[in-house]
């Protein structure tokens, strides 16, 4: 996971869901039932921290990542798209987990100009 100042950018890899509603893309950045036994874990803790920081408002950029192995835990990354990162809009939850809206793909170098 990447920060740019204060704003959370996220991680996506390629193993997570991804849903479609009303012709628009959302993206899974949570996933509870993964985490259901580890309610000390760190990393699930600031996850949540991020999912509220967009509730309230922060914008959220997601860089997408191809993980070396889905299973592992932790996950370490392979690759990710350098060149892109994309948008993040509308905040939803279906059935317990929460996605966000794809709304733009971003040239990376533009947010890290900014």
Request: glycine share 8%; proline share 4%.
């Amino acid at each position: 996971m990447l920060w740019g100042e204060g704003v959370p950018i996220w991680d996506y890899l390629v193993s997570h869901r991804k849903i479609l509603e009303e012709g628009k893309m959302f993206m899974m950045i949570t996933h509870h039932e993964k985490y259901i036994d580890q309610p000390e874990n760190l990393g699930w803790n600031e996850r949540l921290s991020h999912v509220e920081q967009i509730r309230i408002g922060a914008k959220c950029l997601m860089v997408m990542c191809l993980a070396d192995d889905v299973e592992a835990s932790p996950r370490t990354i392979k690759s990710f798209n350098e060149r892109d990162v994309f948008e993040g809009g509308r905040l939803v939850e279906r059935e317990g987990d929460f996605y966000v809206e794809v709304v733009d793909r971003v040239p990376a170098a533009t947010v890290i100009e900014n």
